[in-house]
């Protein structure tokens, strides 16, 4: 028998170090060629890591959240033969099972990524989740279990405080949670009247791309002064004209919300106001103006926010702009988007769709200089021809860099896209 040593890999060009996100793997675990041993975040996109080789995992070199270069140490096997490695084991990393328990503890919860291990699902119906209550861990013992299982008890409404695990250091499996459901004790949550205060604090490690997001946003927010313009758009006959187009439209066409409506007028407003599409280089002072309308689309995943990219959008039709945001949304969702799609854009869309309120206050996505915020649509009444009548009315909420691009020129760009929206016609004209 012999050790094998498995570094991190070479991922892409010019990447140096990554974020373990996740371990699929645990020490004394047997796993095959090509297993996921590791999944690791750039940027924002995830990598799962396959073993090269047969073998036994017997010592993990890192933590889900620790940042880690490219070449350094990852993981080391037992394998058959004599292996490639016979180097130490340093004595500051997780050797054992106790330690990668402790570990665990520390890691009371991770964040999921987009390719997490998938995992058998739990029937959520009210025979799954019985009102048997378990008895729950004494105040202060924190149950361990990999990312996955969390994952798995919190689709089932679980806690795992009720769950008994019978790993090393009471470590819960799958195993020991499917257990726990087929015996009927599947407690989701402590009664709502037991007269004793609830003092649990869960610990949450911000990590993967919530940590991403939550770096680039602190960063924007010290480095760029925005200002916000909100302006009131009447969608009443565009939303006519969509529900017309809906209703014609053929098999093979994608069902049109109002974002490729959006896209549309926000590209061709950018002809006019050219400005508005640019990166700005504030290390160089340099504004990248770009002919070309790459237009992000803010799109939240169960993971956190990421921003797909609809490149060319001035080359695209109303029903190509919609099959392509319907695309990117869906390769977001399930963990395919390439690396690519998620870079380039010039300018940015945001909305919070039916849920997005009267006013809000969009950040921008740095480098670029301006982004558009979409509100809900409601019925408002409005006073026309000596009267009121209900017409439909959205909000639309934007944010500039006020070092690229001055109040006015804001405010004629939205103007612009204003006009367009209320006179949906001209969407299909030439400027």
């Not at 004494?138 to 795992?160: S, T, W, Y």
């Not at 758009?233 to 809906?246: G, I, P, Q, S, W």
């Not at 103007?415 to 929206?421: A, C, D, F, P």
Request: aromatic share 4%; proline share 6%.
């Amino acid at each position: 028998m012999g050790n094998y040593l498995i570094n991190v890999p070479d991922i892409g060009e010019g990447i140096a170090e990554v974020e373990i996100v996740e371990w699929p793997v645990n020490i004394g675990d047997s796993i095959e060629e090509d297993d996921i041993i590791c999944v690791v975040m750039t940027d924002k996109a995830t990598v799962e890591i396959p073993s090269p080789v047969d073998g036994e995992i017997t010592w993990l070199g890192s933590e889900a959240g620790d940042l880690i270069a490219v070449g350094e140490k990852l993981v080391r096997l037992q394998v058959e033969g004599e292996g490639n490695d016979t180097g130490e084991i340093s004595e500051a990393q997780p050797r054992t099972v106790a330690d990668v328990a402790k570990v665990e503890v520390k890691l009371e919860a991770k964040v999921e990524t987009t390719q997490a291990v998938t995992t058998p699902t739990i029937s959520s119906t009210p025979t799954a989740v019985a009102a048997t209550v378990g008895i729950p861990r004494p105040e202060g013992e924190k149950p361990i279990a990999p990312p996955a299982v969390r994952q798995r008890a919190r689709n089932a409404g679980i806690d795992l405080n009720f769950v008994r695990g019978t790993g090393p250091a009471n470590r819960i499996s799958h195993e020991d949670l499917d257990n726990f459901i087929a015996g009927g004790s599947s407690k989701a949550a402590a009664p709502s009247h037991t007269g004793i205060a609830n003092t649990a604090i869960e610990q949450i490690k911000v990590i993967g791309l919530r940590r991403k997001i939550a770096k680039v946003m602190q960063d924007t927010m010290q480095r760029l002064p925005h200002f916000t313009y909100v302006e009131e758009v009447d969608v009443t006959e565009l939303e006519l004209l969509r529900a017309k187009l809906n209703k014609n439209r053929r098999d093979d066409q994608p069902k049109l919300t109002i974002l490729p409506f959006i896209i549309k007028a926000l590209e061709k407003a950018i002809k006019v106001y050219p400005e508005m599409s640019s990166r700005f280089d504030d290390v160089e002072n340099i504004v990248h103006r770009y002919a070309a309308a790459h237009i992000g689309i803010a799109t939240q995943t169960d993971n956190g926010l990421v921003v797909p990219v609809v490149k060319h959008a001035e080359a695209l039709d109303i029903w190509q702009a919609a099959a392509e945001v319907k695309r990117l949304a869906m390769a977001c969702r399930d963990g395919s988007v390439k690396r690519e799609e998620l870079s380039g854009s010039t300018i940015t869309i945001t909305s919070l769709g039916p849920m997005g309120g009267i006013v809000t206050t969009p950040v921008i996505n740095a480098p670029e200089v301006a982004i558009v915020g979409i509100n809900k649509i409601t019925k408002r009444p409005v006073w026309q021809d000596g009267a009121f009548i209900p017409r439909d009315i959205m909000n639309l909420s934007s944010s500039f860099d006020h070092r690229i691009i001055d109040g006015w020129e804001a405010t004629l760009f939205i103007q612009q896209i204003k006009s367009l929206l209320e006179s949906p016609a001209t969407l299909f004209m030439d400027l």
